[in-house]
């Protein structure tokens, strides 16, 4: 099993996630939030193209999260799937040409040969998900766009063998940037983004032994510096600050890969 990032941020946001069995191999896009156009040329990075992607699951509606992922589903015949909610915010539950498989929280979905079980979190959206990926072996934990931790992402996130996690933003840089009053405490508030001591918070309240990856990923470029969100994280880890990796947004990251059986 394996993931990589297309980008990370608040001008679009993509993750590949692969697993592998036996001849087969089954990849996943969370999230769409680029032009069909910039999609393919992130993809080429990877070595993939769009024809290989088996689904298209979708965080929630903003711009940044479900970009192209409507006109890629229909384009290349790709299944396309979503909360009910979302489905409703972009019209997904009548778009013409669109296979869409609807998500509920909790209960986990097959695409081929990943287990997909997205939850729910607080955030300014319809029906908001994040999602755990897994392979029967091995646990991959997604979680952006989100306000404030609650006991269900606790429950969810813990045991994974990688993690994905917001640190969007620094409190300081945040309370003294240009942005107006509202925008401030959106971003801030318990529907917004996390900040990268929310972050840490949410690490430290998890069960790690398994934890070979972490991401701090969704970085402000207004609010956050990479060194700030690396830091929080590596407080937590005990770790070096180069042992956190950074999702950026012009170039998110490589694959990363997770190996043998626990």
């Given amino acids: 099993m394996r993931f990589a990032s297309l980008g990370s941020g608040s001008e679009g ?9 036996g001849t087969t191999a089954t990849r996943v896009l969370l999230d769409c939030g680029f032009s069909a156009k910039e999609l393919e040329r992130r993809l080429a990075r990877l070595e993939c193209g769009i024809e290989q992607l088996d689904a298209i699951v979708v965080t929630h509606e903003h711009s940044d999260h479900i970009g192209s992922a409507l006109t890629v589903a229909r384009k290349w015949n790709i299944p396309l799937y979503m909360s009910w909610g979302t489905a409703r915010a972009v019209g997904a539950d009548v778009a013409p040409g669109v296979d869409l498989h609807v998500l509920w929280g909790d209960e986990t979905a097959a695409i081929g040969d990943l287990q997909v079980c997205p939850y729910t979190v607080p955030h300014d959206a319809r029906e908001p998900l994040q999602f755990v990926f897994g392979d029967g072996v091995h646990r991959l934990g997604v979680l952006t766009d989100v306000g404030t931790s609650t006991p269900h992402i606790t429950t969810m996130l813990h045991d994974c063998d990688a993690l994905v996690l917001e640190c969007n933003h620094d409190v300081d840089m945040l309370a003294t940037s240009r942005y107006p009053a509202s925008l401030k405490a959106r971003i801030g508030g318990n529907h917004g983004h996390l900040s990268n001591d929310a972050a840490a918070v949410i690490l430290a309240s998890l069960r790690r032994s398994r934890l070979k990856h972490i991401v701090a990923a969704h970085l402000s470029q207004q609010n956050n ?8 994280l590596a407080r937590v880890l005990g770790a070096a600050v180069h042992d956190v990796m950074v999702a950026s947004q012009h170039d998110g990251f490589p694959w990363l890969t997770l190996k043998g059986a626990q």
């Fill in 13 to 21: 946001n993509a993750l590949v996630v692969e697993a592998t069995g």
């Fill in 225 to 232: 510096l990479p060194e700030l969100a690396q830091a929080a």
